[in-house]
């Protein structure tokens, strides 16, 4: 492709969180991948400059703020780049959305990304659409020329699929919004695995076997695009004092003087926190208390009042917290009284939050997570944390016992072991560097 050895090229990141917003795992993702592409020395000496799509979005979407959107403008000043935001059929109060909201914001991103390349011509486009919304960008720019396309490479990342992640069969038109999403995801698979130039990407082992085996992608078709985080993020080396940490349990009326096992995330069925309450339940209350924090993508969900009754039921001591600053999870991982962190996704391709807590190397806090999909190649059981059938509510407490029971040096070891993993499989900047190099080289064999 390149007759040159130093060719221009641009980076474009398009995710609907993480750019203006911040409230999901995904959108971790972007954020991280924003410093990294813009920041990061060994990924500047290849590319020219960085540009970020997000939806156009207003002060009632979730996670929305201008603080974080005010970081991502200064982040691609940096790097040449500018932020675009695309319509996406919402009055801009809605990010993810459903198959219109997605149609919408990928045909508006193809377009924007048309314009880019009109108005600053590189020698090459290395598009990464990140997750469910984006998966169809390339399709809505096949319109434009052959020339045109031949300077663009476009990889949709998926973060997960419909057919792991079935919305609950309670949400109105279900049948027709899992038929609609995989018909959609299995459009972009297919323009991938017949077009120059488009590819799937693969954020761990297991979701490249389930793309291959459930959506028939073709395996040269993927490209290795495995999780991470920002490991120089500075609020994994940020110090907090005892007395700060207290402050904020007591605002949240979360006991100090007690162990306290933690879950947190989304708030959705998959997530498995029905197992948190119920295990937490048979643990000895007067030692160790269960705190769920946990939030859905709007407070007036009834999810909400479902799962304070589990509580109320299973574990009337436990705490669930459903309204809260989406730093206190971070806050609790420091905590030196923190002993469990529970990760009991019924599903997960890849899950984040291991990492996140491995990064802060909280030398008292075992990690336990459940003994299936991503979760068995970032987790050696007994070694950097512990896996187990969680739906075995019994059982699980009665292992999570016997863990409690290690001692400060044990915990203190796999701490460590945990920590050298997250740094050497699961540094973004490291995979995103090795990821994009790889799309270069290919490029100019061409």
């Not at 643990?283 to 407070?299: E, F, N, R």
Request: charged share 25%; aromatic share 10%; glycine share 6%.
């Amino acid at each position: 492709m390149f007759n040159f050895k130093k060719p221009k090229i641009t980076i474009n990141l398009l995710a609907h969180d993480g750019i203006t917003s911040l409230y999901t795992g995904v959108g971790r993702i972007a954020f991280d991948s924003l410093r990294v592409l813009c920041e990061d020395k060994k990924i500047s000496k290849l590319v020219h400059s960085v540009n970020a799509i997000t939806g156009k979005y207003n002060n009632k979407c979730l996670g929305f703020s201008e603080t974080i959107k005010n970081r991502s403008i200064k982040l691609l000043n940096k790097k040449n780049g500018r932020l675009l935001e695309a319509l996406n059929g919402s009055h801009g109060d809605i990010s993810y959305g459903d198959i219109s909201n997605w149609r919408y914001v990928s045909t508006s991103s193809a377009s924007l990304l048309y314009s880019l390349s009109q108005q600053n011509p590189n020698d090459l486009y290395i598009n990464l659409c990140l997750d469910t919304p984006f998966a169809q960008t390339a399709s809505f720019f096949q319109q434009y020329s052959e020339d045109e396309k031949k300077k663009h490479i476009f990889v949709w990342i998926p973060h997960s699929t419909v057919k792991i992640h079935k919305v609950d069969s309670a949400i109105q038109g279900y049948n027709e919004y899992y038929d609609q999403r995989f018909e959609w995801e299995r459009v972009a698979v297919n323009l991938a695995n017949k077009t120059r130039g488009v590819y799937v990407g693969c954020v761990g082992k297991f979701m490249r076997e389930h793309l291959i085996n459930e959506y028939s992608c073709e395996p040269e078709k993927l490209l290795d695009f495995t999780n991470g985080l920002d490991v120089e993020d500075a609020r994994f080396s940020q110090k907090m004092g005892e007395h700060e940490i207290e402050k904020i349990l007591d605002q949240y009326g979360i006991p100090k003087d007690k162990k306290l096992m933690l879950s947190f995330g989304r708030l959705e069925p998959y997530k498995g926190f029905d197992l948190t309450i119920k295990i937490g339940g048979h643990l000895d209350p007067k030692t160790i208390i269960t705190v769920l924090i946990a939030q859905p993508y709007s407070q007036q969900d009834p999810i909400i009042g479902e799962y304070r009754q589990l509580m109320e039921k299973y574990n009337p001591k436990g705490i669930f917290i459903s309204d809260y600053d989406f730093n206190l999870p971070h806050v609790l991982l420091r905590w030196h009284r923190t002993k469990i962190l529970l990760v009991p996704s019924l599903a997960e391709p890849f899950g984040l939050i291991p990492e996140e807590a491995r990064l802060y190397k909280n030398p008292y806090l075992r990690i336990v997570a459940m003994n299936r999909d991503g979760y068995l190649e970032q987790i050696s059981d007994g070694k950097d944390g512990f896996l187990m059938d969680l739906t075995t509510v019994g059982e699980s407490s009665e292992k999570i016992n016997k863990i409690l029971s290690l001692s400060n040096k044990q915990a203190n070891e796999m701490a460590d072991t945990g920590f050298a993993r997250a740094i050497a499989n699961y540094n973004l900047a490291n995979n995103l560097y090795q990821s994009v190099s790889k799309i270069i080289e290919e490029c100019q064999r061409q």
